[in-house]
C-alpha cells in the first residue's frame, strides 16, 4: 500500500463549486505539505502544517484553505473553484530532525480541471 | 522562500555522465541542498542531499564547493529511464524550501 494517498485522482468541476483534496499518509510524519503544479512548470507550495496545530500559508495560498483533521490527514479545499486553479495538485509528508533533513514524500497526484 | 537557478534542459545519451549544476548565490548558512527527480504525471522523489563537500549514494553524487553557491548534480551512465525533470532546492529543517521549474533531462539511444 501506498505511504501517501490522494483521493480523488481526478476531478472535473465547474467554476464557482467547492471542492476538497484528501491526503492521507501512513508514515507517520509531523509534517505534510500542498504543492500545485501547472504544465511545464515546477511544484509551489500552497500550505504546509508542521503539526496538527500548526497550519502555515505557502507561496500560492489565495483562494485555497487547508485543514488538518489528524497527524495523518491533510485536506484542502478550494471554497469555489476557478478555471485557473486546474492544475496537478501534490500532498507530500515528512519527518522532523530525521536524515535527510526534511525529505519529503509525495502522493501520486490529483489532476483538477475547473470547466 | 529561496530559489535555485537551474538550466531549463539538457540532452544527453545513454551511458554518459551528466552533470546538472544550480546556482544558490544567497544560501543561507543552515540551507542544504537537495535534489528531486520527476517523471510525468508522478510526485517528485528525492535523489541526494548535502550541505558541503561530496556525497555519493547509489544513483546519483552531490558536489558543492567551499563557498556553496552552487552544486553538481552528477548522474553516471545514464540509461532511458533517466529522463526526467530534476529540481535543486535550498533549503532547512524548517520545510521551508520551494521548487523551482528544474531541468529537463532527455537522454537519447
Known amino acids: 500500500d501506498a505511504d501517501v494517498t490522494q483521493t480523488p485522482r481526478n476531478r472535473i468541476t465547474k467554476t464557482g463549486k467547492r471542492i476538497m483534496l484528501e491526503c492521507s499518509q501512513t508514515k507517520g510524519h509531523d509534517r505534510m505539505y500542498w504543492y500545485r503544479q501547472d504544465p511545464g512548470l515546477g511544484l509551489r507550495l500552497i500550505y504546509y502544517?508542521?503539526?496538527?496545530?500548526?497550519?502555515n500559508k505557502g507561496e500560492i495560498s489565495d483562494g485555497y484553505s487547508v485543514s488538518r483533521q489528524a497527524q495523518a490527514k491533510f485536506s484542502l479545499s478550494l471554497e469555489s473553484a476557478i478555471p485557473n486553479q486546474t492544475a496537478l495538485y501534490f500532498c507530500?509528508?515528512?519527518?522532523?530532525?530525521?536524515?535527510?533533513?526534511?525529505?519529503?514524500?509525495f502522493g501520486p497526484g490529483t489532476r483538477l480541471t475547473v470547466l | 522562500l529561496a530559489k535555485t537557478t537551474q538550466p531549463i534542459s539538457m540532452d544527453s545519451y545513454e551511458g554518459q555522465e551528466v552533470n546538472i549544476t544550480c546556482s544558490h548565490n544567497n544560501i543561507a548558512t543552515n540551507d542544504y541542498i537537495t535534489w528531486y527527480q520527476q517523471f510525468p504525471s508522478q510526485g517528485p522523489r528525492f535523489i541526494i542531499q548535502g550541505y558541503k563537500t561530496k556525497v555519493t549514494n547509489e544513483v546519483a553524487s552531490l558536489f558543492i564547493p567551499a563557498d556553496r553557491k552552487s552544486s553538481t548534480l552528477s548522474l553516471p551512465r545514464v540509461s532511458l529511464s533517466d529522463t526526467a525533470v530534476y529540481y535543486c532546492l535550498e533549503g532547512t529543517n524548517a520545510g521551508k524550501s520551494t521548487f523551482g521549474d528544474g531541468t529537463t533531462l532527455t537522454v537519447k539511444p
Open positions: 507530500a509528508t515528512s519527518d522532523w530532525g530525521q536524515a535527510p533533513n526534511n525529505e519529503q514524500f
Open positions: 502544517s508542521f503539526d496538527v496545530k500548526d497550519i
